[in-house]
């Protein structure tokens, strides 16, 4: 037994023994480090299957990486998954990179395949340069110390065996095991970032210094110990700062700041929302209510003694229109339904009763708006602006933001949620009643 075939088969029994018995789908492009992948789990006597992607940025070099993959998976009795991308359209519509495209596409229908054809789990090639690569391209960047953890053995269904093997060593065992693979006439142009620090710098790097593949390994095990650490100081730390509030979570500014390393920890509190900014983030803690830092899918805003952190949704517009024979309408984030009671009946904060017949429908449902005022229930004749209730009833921004009012004709009957208006109000000779509910999702 060859001493790589050894080592990955002992690995599969240790650190991959949840391998083992469990359909599994390999990733193979047909060029030396996948080639051997397969190979190796072939020799191992994984159940897996093959799926390779044509992103058809070669032309005819594509279409023959796809036939060589096709007929080393027959040679195995393996079934094999073949699927051709138009990359380079996806990643113009998406405005992203070429690389960055055909990466969200493989892995998106590595997933689909996963879940119609119930693999447990995805094998990828990555390797100990792959990894190396990794780490510089983040250290020139600009990184926290996620990005110089390297990449990860498992992530979700990812599994990437390969990593604690070097190039030299995968290509060894191809030559020793006369296996045949397709190389990438694009790999050996230096015209992107990756492709110059393996044909440049890393070979200069393990010229002065030999070991310096296994000094790089040692130390992301310490980073990644580093990692571990601050992750267990974060969570002593979280049910101090972030508590959970009205459609997101609130970061007590006063708690971030009493603890050291603020930054650090409020790094690791939102590093996962996707936010690039953090100089913007740091500077919210001292800034004025108000401001904000948008990452794309979620938000982060300084208001008062706290940084809120909701979703990021664009602004809702539209008018709903509620006509008198609807029993309901249907809104982003709430349903509201109507009831004509009998007799007066009492409501609670997320209803509102009126007299109907001095209402005018079509009722109009929408945010509110600046400048909106209306007339509150109990205060007869005195005009309040909405911006001043909510001040009174210490709203957040982001509780401002999720306010709907209903308007008979120009006027506000409800801040729902909040109070009705006084004009409309239910008296005793009212005969004819109409009952708002509003149900929030």
């Known amino acids: 037994m060859g001493a790589m075939k050894k080592a990955f088969t002992t690995l599969i029994d240790s650190t991959f023994s949840f391998l083992k018995d469990k359909p599994v789908l390999v990733a193979v ?29 070669r032309g005819s070099e594509s279409d023959a990486d796809a036939i060589f993959v096709s007929e080393m998976a027959s040679g195995f009795s393996k079934e094999v998954f073949v699927q051709a991308f138009d990359t380079e359209a996806y990643a113009s519509s998406q405005k992203i990179s070429i690389q960055m495209a055909a990466r969200e596409l493989r892995y998106a229908w590595f997933e689909e395949l996963c879940v119609q054809h119930n693999f447990e789990y995805i094998l990828t090639a990555h390797h100990a340069q792959d990894d190396l690569e990794t780490f510089l391209i983040n250290l020139g960047r600009g990184t926290g110390i996620d990005g110089l953890t390297g990449i990860p053995e498992t992530n979700q269904r990812v599994v990437r065996p390969l990593l604690n093997f070097s190039r030299e ?20 142009s230096d015209k992107y970032l990756r492709n110059h620090l393996r044909h440049q710098a890393i070979p200069a790097l393990t010229d002065a210094n030999t070991n310096f593949l296994n000094g790089f390994q040692n130390t992301v095990s310490h980073l990644r110990d580093v ?9 002593l730390l979280y049910s101090k700062i972030v508590t959970e509030s009205f459609k997101g979570y609130d970061l007590n500014i006063d708690e971030l700041k009493r603890i050291p390393n603020t930054k650090a920890v409020l790094y690791q509190l939102l590093k996962g929302f996707g936010f690039t900014a953090w100089d913007d983030i740091y500077d919210l803690l001292d800034a004025q209510p108000g401001k904000q830092v948008i990452s794309g899918e979620y938000r982060l805003l300084k208001d008062r003694n706290v940084l809120i952190l909701t979703e990021h949704k664009q602004e809702e517009t539209q008018q709903y229109l509620l006509k008198a024979d609807q029993d309901k309408a249907v809104l982003p984030g709430m349903t ?27 009722l109009c449902v929408r945010r509110w708006q600046e400048g909106d005022a209306f007339y509150p229930f109990g205060m007869r004749g005195k005009k309040k602006k909405l911006s001043k209730l909510f001040k009174d009833l210490k709203y957040s921004t982001v509780q401002k933001e999720a306010v709907w009012v209903v308007c008979s004709g120009t006027e506000i009957i409800w801040v729902v949620n909040a109070r009705s208006d006084d004009r409309f109000k239910v008296m005793p000779a009212t005969t004819r009643f109409i009952k708002l509910i509003a149900h929030y999702d």
Request: aromatic share 10%.
């Open 29 to 57: 492009s047909g060029g030396l480090d996948s080639t051997v992948l397969a190979h190796l789990c072939q020799e191992a006597g994984l159940d897996f299957a093959i799926a390779h992607c044509n992103f058809k940025l």
């Open 169 to 188: 060593q995968i290509k060894t065992y191809a030559e020793e095991q006369g296996i045949s693979w397709r190389e990438d006439s694009s790999n050996a």
């Open 227 to 235: 990692q571990d650490l601050l992750e267990d100081y974060t969570t």
């Open 336 to 362: 509201l339904k109507v009831e004509k009671p009998e007799k007066f009946e009492d409501c609670s904060l997320n209803e509102a009763i009126f007299d109907a017949d001095l209402l005018e429908f079509p």
